[in-house]
């Protein structure tokens, strides 16, 4: 292995001094390259690169929190496995057929409809985290504060308990 100090020993060249290790000594292959552009020019385009504006804050928020819906209430689950919207179950004593709308009992699989109630849910609770948040806003009116502070902290509650209520229908024994 050669020091850092000592330079790269050049292998040497076939070719005659001055020629470039991009050039090619092959002669048809210098009529292509050079030929057809000795009578062909290319047209001189004015084209206009499309100027792109940058959507709002509101809809790139809009967008990602209906990503977010999609992607928490199973929507992929929902294309690959195609469930039913609802279910239904027959009465024993009366033998009516009721909807359901909960796969009880069954952790890997729900109904269309089920996924939609518990991402929303979900999303609930995410917006009020983000009104709990814009509660904190220093120049905001103290009546906005304390109505944000409400709706925040009831839709957190509200989208807790629907969501234990949604567990505890699926899994019957749960935490109990």
Not at 19 to 47: E, K
Not at 59 to 70: C, D, I, K, P, Q
Not at 133 to 148: I, P
């Amino acid at each position: 292995m050669r020091a850092k100090s000592e330079p790269a020993a050049q292998p040497p060249s076939s070719s005659s001094g001055g020629a470039s290790s991009g050039a090619s000594l092959d002669p048809i292959f210098h009529l292509l390259r050079v030929l057809p552009f000795s009578f062909l020019r290319p047209p001189r385009l004015r084209l206009k690169l499309p100027s792109l504006t940058l959507p709002s804050p509101n809809v790139v928020f809009a967008l990602l929190l209906l990503t977010y819906f999609m992607v928490v209430s199973g929507i992929v689950y929902d294309i690959i496995v195609e469930p039913p919207g609802i279910g239904s179950s027959q009465d024993p004593h009366t033998g009516s057929v009721r909807p359901v709308v909960f796969m009880s009992g069954r952790v890997n699989g729900q109904y269309i409809i089920e996924g939609l109630s518990s991402g929303f849910m979900f999303v609930l609770g995410g917006m009020g985290i983000i009104l709990l948040d814009l509660a904190l806003d220093r120049n905001r009116a103290k009546s906005v504060k304390v109505s944000y502070t409400s709706a925040g902290v009831s839709s957190i509650v509200l989208a807790y308990v629907m969501s234990m209520l949604f567990i505890r229908i699926k899994i019957p024994a749960y935490l109990r």
